[in-house]
Nanobody
Framework: QVQLVESGGGSVQSGGSLRLSCAAS????????MGWFRQAPGKRREGVAH???????RYTDSVKGRFTASQDSAQNTLYLQMNSLKPEDTAMYYC??????????????WGQGTQVTVSS
């Protein structure tokens, strides 16, 4: 069974940086895509970054140029480096993993989340 545990959240001032980590266990070769989502109070959960097993990444427009997703396959760990943080980045951040069905990643597994708070 796949388990995902996030860490690295916290409180920073606007312009600051944080690095989120997601330790994955139980991952098989069928789990070929991972990502980060976030959810702010009163808002829908949104995709932030996606990375597939080949290391190809995609980002939502609001974080392009500021966030970088990466993975350490040997350690089964996913990272999200967040720079130039803004108050609107404040949210609970979730790590997720899944597998491709056609051209789309079907996210099946979710972590418990880590809180990121950015003050102005």
């Amino acid at each position: 069974q796949v388990q995902l545990v996030e860490s690295g959240g916290g409180s920073v001032q606007s312009g600051g940086s944080l690095r989120l980590s997601c330790a994955a266990s139980g991952v098989t070769d069928n789990t070929n895509c991972m990502g980060w989502f976030r959810q702010a109070p009163g808002k829908r959960r949104e995709g932030v970054a996606h990375i597939d097993s080949d290391g190809v990444t995609r980002y939502t427009d609001s974080v392009k140029g500021r966030f970088t997703a990466s993975q350490d396959s040997a350690q089964n760990t996913l990272y999200l480096q967040m720079n130039s943080l803004k108050p609107e980045d404040t949210a609970m951040y979730y790590c997720t993993a899944g597998f491709y069905v056609g051209d789309y990643c079907t996210y099946m597994y979710w972590g418990q989340g880590t809180q990121v708070t950015v003050s102005s």
